[in-house]
């Protein structure tokens, strides 16, 4: 399958995983404690994050009101956008359908609330949950192993389980990346304490893909400084997560300590990047001596071979910030299912473009996805 002659790799789609998979594809030596814990679950795989995070409230102040309006909940966040099949994120039959559509050949599937197991605060029982999800998603990947990938999730509570689950997700022909907040308990990217998850991520040569998430542990920043609003921590909540991680990931010389990591940078958009690569090289000529592992300017480190960003179709300063990032660096992503995507038309909006060649939307639609994620084939 192709669209208009053009190979398509969706680098960031999802899945809607269900939060009985906690149940039906866990450990069976520690079912009745995940039962018992996930008794709280709500409504739909969101239920997860009031389960394991019973601190966890709704936003549902509106803005210029004093008050929080009962019931308003975070809708649409949540949802699924209303022209994709309602069951796409956990049946592939019907996923497949949808690429069909949308003239995918290949996704690659991220969690949509699964890397909140973190919250569990027991390391055995957050590493079950994480092996749990990969089970499922493993067996969601195996109906369609050609067309469907998935990137799995690691439990960060102890590194050694975290690093146990890389070596069970190398043995995975479906897993192609690993999925990550990149923050815990207040220590960012950078912190020597997830040096095992990237060693193990190197020896496996699996790319880290960090991915925040909207009002869900670990949190991205600023959850406490919105006003409790919807519009104002999602509008937020993937760019100051992604400002946040880039920076110290990058800052804290993470592609010199590793030097065959590839990372990525994914749901955070692209029109903003050049400007803070710009800004971070602006503070690495006044603070080197608060980064000192980093060898080079940040956005020298940003346009290398190592470094990826997704972003979204519709951005209207797509080709100004790709071309100063770098056409090698950019990966086209649906965010299939999510309420926000551009389906079924995400691809069809880059191959349209009159402003980016004919070559540059073969990088960004399938080539560079596929030196990212090395593991698909096509």
């Known amino acids: 399958m192709s669209l208009a002659g053009f190979k398509i790799v969706d680098a960031d789609g999802h899945v809607t995983e269900p939060a009985s998979l906690y149940s039906t594809h866990i450990d069976p030596k520690l079912r009745a404690a995940a039962d018992a814990l996930l008794s709280r679950v709500g409504a739909g795989n969101l239920g997860i994050v009031p389960a394991l995070y ?6 549902e102040r509106p803005l210029g009101e004093a008050n929080e309006v009962a019931g308003l909940g975070k809708l649409p966040s949540g949802r699924n956008h209303p022209l994709a099949s309602p069951a796409g994120g956990y049946d592939p039959a019907e996923r497949i359908r949808d690429m069909d559509k949308e003239g995918i050949d290949v996704a690659v599937c991220f969690a949509t609330v699964a890397t909140s197991v973190c919250a569990a605060t027991d390391p055995a029982m957050e590493a079950a949950l994480a092996r749990a999800y990969n089970r499922w998603v493993g067996e969601y990947c195996s109906a369609f192993p050609a067309r469907i990938k998935a990137v799995g999730i690691v439990p960060q509570r102890e590194m050694t389980r975290c690093a146990a689950e890389v070596a069970y997700l190398a043995r995975e022909p479906w897993a192609v990346g690993i999925m990550t907040f990149g923050n ?10 997830f040096d095992a998850l ?19 542990p670990p949190f991205a920043p600023g959850r406490e400084d919105v006003g409790n609003n919807m519009f104002m921590m999602h509008l937020t909540g993937h760019v100051w997560h992604q400002m946040r991680v880039m920076a110290a990931a990058v800052g804290g010389g993470l592609f010199e300590r590793y030097p065959t990591l590839k990372l990525g940078f994914f749901e ?12 971070m090289d602006g503070h690495y000529k006044h603070f080197n001596r608060h980064t000192p592992h980093l060898t080079r300017k940040p956005s020298e480190q940003m346009r290398s071979e190592r470094c990826f960003f997704t972003f979204d179709p519709d951005e209207t300063m797509l080709p100004e910030a790709m071309r100063l990032v770098g056409v090698p660096r950019l990966m086209w992503a649906s965010d299939y299912p999510h309420f926000d995507a551009e389906f079924p038309d995400a691809a069809e909006i880059v191959v349209n473009n ?9 990088a960004i639609l399938a080539d560079n996805s596929l030196r990212f994620f090395n593991r698909i084939a096509m």
């Open 54 to 59: 019973p601190k966890w409230r709704s936003a």
């Open 184 to 193: 815990l308990d207040g220590m960012l990217p950078d912190h020597p304490y």
């Open 198 to 216: 990237y060693r193990s991520a190197q020896d496996a040569d699996l790319p880290i893909c960090f991915h925040g998430g909207t009002d869900r």
């Open 268 to 279: 955070g958009g692209i029109s903003w990047v050049p400007w803070w690569a710009e800004r």
């Open 354 to 362: 009159p402003r980016l060649s004919a070559d540059e939307k073969r």
